[in-house]
């Protein structure tokens, strides 16, 4: 998350406006969240899960951004397979110097929140 937290800083710096339902968590690489990560989140009321990480091919850590986008693709097919909307699961390649493009991933998710209602786990 390194290199989306720096998109998300220069977001800041730029004084982008985003949604304000986002909550950032800084981890030091996508590859290091997990699949109980992600479940937890949701369990936890979370209306949804987006780990943004590197492009391919420019991970810091070589892989751990293409680890993270398999386990969100197997997360988004169990939520499918339990009819649970996957779309609550998403993975986004960003760099430090796509500030405007998380802008647009977090407004389009927040406009799918929207769309969707909130989390049915929620309490």
């Known amino acids: 998350m390194r290199c989306s ?3 998300a800083d220069l977001a800041g710096t730029l004084k982008l ?7 950032i968590i800084r981890v030091p690489c996508t ?14 009321g979370a209306d949804a899960v987006i780990s943004v990480g590197w492009h391919p091919g420019d991970c810091e850590f070589k892989v751990g951004n293409l680890a993270c986008a398999r386990r969100v693709k ?4 169990l ?3 339990i009819g649970f909307d996957q779309d609550r699961v998403q993975m986004h390649f960003v760099s430090a110097a796509e500030a405007e493009r998380l802008r647009e991933i977090i407004n389009k998710v927040a ?5 969707m209602g909130p989390n049915p786990l929620k309490k």
């Open 5 to 7: 937290y720096s998109a």
């Open 17 to 23: 406006q985003y949604s304000p339902i986002v909550r």
């Open 31 to 44: 590859g290091r969240v997990d699949v109980n990560h992600m479940l937890r989140g949701l369990v936890k």
């Open 74 to 77: 197997f997360v988004r097919e």
């Open 79 to 81: 939520l499918k397979n």
């Open 111 to 115: 406009e799918d929140i929207s769309r």
